[in-house]
C-alpha cells in the first residue's frame, strides 16, 4: 500500500471507516453525509416548490391568467397572450416524439415550429424557430392547435427568484379541442414549460423568456384526464370554437395589427400610415414585409414621405 502524503489518519480512516482508535488514541467521530438507516416508508413526494407565500401568490395569479387566455376558443389569434409578453421576450419549442402514450396521435402541428436539437440540424432553421418579441411569439402560438388544460395534472417548480424576477418550470396536461371529432379522441398532450417572468410596474408582470416542451401523454396522465373530460366538453361548449389554421390573415385582430405596425415603424423609420400599408400588401405577414421593404429600398422606389 503506497503510503500517503498527507493526513494519515484520514487515509486509515478511508481504509477503514468505522476505526475508533489508533495508536491508543479515541479518534473523533468521522462527519457523515449519509441518511441513517430508518424503518418504514420514504419521506413523502411533493408536487411542487413555490417558495414563500409572496412567490406563490404571484406564479398562481400568473397561471391562472395566463392560461385562460390561452385556452380562451373565442379568441381566435390569441392576442390577448400580446399583453403577457414582454417585447425582448424569447420563445422556444420542443417535442419530444417518444411514443409514450396510448394516445400517441401525430405532433406534425408541433414539429414544423419546433427547434429540437435531436431533430433540427440545420442551424438557419434553428435559429429562425426561436421567437424573439411579442408579435413573433403570438404569431406562432396562435398557429398551434386549440387547448384545455388541466390544472389539476399541474406541478410547479420554482428555481429562481429575485425581487423583480421568477423563474419556474411548470408540468402538466392539456386536450387538443377539435370540434369536428368526438371529444373521446382528442388528443391528450404532456408538457413542460420553463417560464421567466418579471416585475412590471410595481403590480403586472411580463414573460421575458418562454421554453416549451410536447410530448405525448403517458397512460397515467391519459387516465386523469379522461375522468374530467366530462367537465372539460362542457366548458368547451360555452365557447365558439375555430380552428387556428382556418383564420383568415386578413383578418387579424386590431390589437395584433397594431403592434405590428408599430414595430415595422420602429424597425424601417417609416411612419405609420405607411407602415400599415407595407403591412396590408402583403396580407399581415410581418417577415414578407420587412423583405418587402428592403429590396425596395435597394430599387431606391421607397418615396421620402414614407419616412418620419
Same mark, same amino acid.
Given at each position: 500500500? =503506497?503510503?500517503?502524503?498527507?493526513?494519515?489518519?484520514?487515509?486509515?480512516?478511508?481504509?477503514?471507516?468505522?476505526? =475508533?482508535?489508533?495508536?491508543?488514541?479515541?479518534?473523533?467521530?468521522?462527519v457523515?453525509f449519509d441518511?441513517?438507516i430508518?424503518s418504514?416508508?420514504?419521506?413523502?413526494i411533493?408536487n411542487?416548490?413555490?417558495?414563500?407565500?409572496?412567490?406563490?401568490?404571484?406564479?398562481?395569479?400568473?397561471?391562472?391568467?395566463f392560461y385562460m387566455?390561452?385556452?380562451d376558443l373565442?379568441d381566435?389569434?390569441?392576442?390577448?397572450?400580446?399583453?403577457?409578453?414582454?417585447?425582448?421576450a424569447?420563445f422556444?419549442?420542443?417535442?419530444?416524439?417518444?411514443p409514450l402514450?396510448?394516445?400517441g396521435?401525430?405532433l406534425?402541428?408541433?414539429?414544423?415550429?419546433?427547434r429540437?436539437?435531436?431533430?433540427?440540424?440545420?442551424?438557419?432553421?434553428?435559429?429562425s424557430?426561436?421567437k424573439?418579441?411579442?408579435?413573433?411569439?403570438v404569431?406562432?402560438?396562435?398557429n398551434?392547435?386549440?387547448?384545455k388544460?388541466?390544472?389539476?395534472?399541474?406541478?410547479v417548480?420554482v428555481?429562481?427568484t429575485?425581487?423583480?424576477?421568477?423563474?419556474?418550470?411548470?408540468y402538466g396536461?392539456?386536450?387538443?379541442?377539435?370540434?369536428?371529432?368526438?371529444?373521446?379522441?382528442w388528443?391528450?398532450r404532456?408538457f413542460t414549460?420553463m417560464?421567466?417572468?418579471?416585475?412590471?410596474?410595481g403590480?403586472?408582470?411580463?414573460?421575458i423568456?418562454d =421554453?416549451?416542451?410536447?410530448?405525448?401523454?403517458?397512460a397515467?396522465?391519459?387516465?386523469?384526464?379522461?375522468?374530467?373530460?366530462p367537465?372539460?366538453?362542457?366548458?368547451?361548449?360555452?365557447q365558439?370554437?375555430?380552428s387556428a389554421?382556418?383564420t383568415?390573415?386578413?383578418?387579424?385582430?386590431?390589437?395584433?395589427?397594431?403592434?405590428?405596425?408599430?414595430?415595422l415603424s420602429?424597425?424601417?423609420?417609416?411612419?405609420?400610415?405607411?407602415?400599415?400599408?407595407?403591412?396590408e400588401?402583403? =396580407?399581415?405577414?410581418?417577415n414578407k414585409?420587412?423583405?418587402?421593404?428592403?429590396f425596395?429600398?435597394?430599387?431606391?422606389?421607397v418615396?421620402p414621405e414614407?419616412?418620419?
Amino acid at each position: 500500500m =503506497q503510503r500517503p502524503s498527507g493526513d494519515v489518519t484520514a487515509f486509515i480512516r478511508k481504509c477503514f471507516p468505522n476505526l =475508533q482508535m489508533l495508536n491508543s488514541q479515541q479518534l473523533p467521530k468521522p462527519v457523515k453525509f449519509d441518511l441513517p438507516i430508518q424503518s418504514g416508508e420514504m419521506p413523502s413526494i411533493k408536487n411542487s416548490y413555490l417558495g414563500g407565500d409572496e412567490v406563490r401568490k404571484v406564479v398562481v395569479a400568473f397561471l391562472e391568467q395566463f392560461y385562460m387566455m390561452f385556452d380562451d376558443l373565442s379568441d381566435l389569434s390569441r392576442d390577448k397572450l400580446l399583453e403577457a409578453y414582454s417585447n425582448e421576450a424569447v420563445f422556444s419549442l420542443a417535442v419530444n416524439s417518444s411514443p409514450l402514450g396510448s394516445r400517441g396521435s401525430s405532433l406534425q402541428s408541433y414539429v414544423n415550429c419546433e427547434r429540437n436539437y435531436l431533430y433540427v440540424k440545420d442551424l438557419g432553421k434553428r435559429l429562425s424557430a426561436l421567437k424573439r418579441g411579442r408579435i413573433d411569439i403570438v404569431q406562432l402560438l396562435k398557429n398551434l392547435p386549440r387547448t384545455k388544460h388541466i390544472p389539476s395534472t399541474f406541478t410547479v417548480d420554482v428555481v429562481r427568484t429575485t425581487p423583480s424576477t421568477t423563474a419556474f418550470v411548470l408540468y402538466g396536461a392539456y386536450v387538443e379541442v377539435e370540434g369536428r371529432r368526438p371529444p373521446e379522441s382528442w388528443a391528450i398532450r404532456s408538457f413542460t414549460r420553463m417560464f421567466v417572468i418579471t416585475t412590471v410596474g410595481g403590480t403586472g408582470v411580463s414573460i421575458i423568456n418562454d =421554453q416549451m416542451m410536447v410530448r405525448n401523454a403517458s397512460a397515467k396522465v391519459v387516465k386523469l384526464v379522461m375522468q374530467e373530460l366530462p367537465q372539460l366538453v362542457q366548458e368547451a361548449s360555452m365557447q365558439p370554437s375555430t380552428s387556428a389554421a382556418a383564420t383568415d390573415v386578413s383578418m387579424m385582430p386590431d390589437t395584433l395589427q397594431q403592434a405590428a405596425v408599430q414595430r415595422l415603424s420602429m424597425e424601417t423609420r417609416m411612419n405609420l400610415h405607411w407602415s400599415a400599408k407595407c403591412l396590408e400588401e402583403n =396580407q399581415w405577414d410581418y417577415n414578407k414585409a420587412l423583405a418587402a421593404f428592403n429590396f425596395l429600398m435597394t430599387q431606391s422606389k421607397v418615396p421620402p414621405e414614407a419616412f418620419i
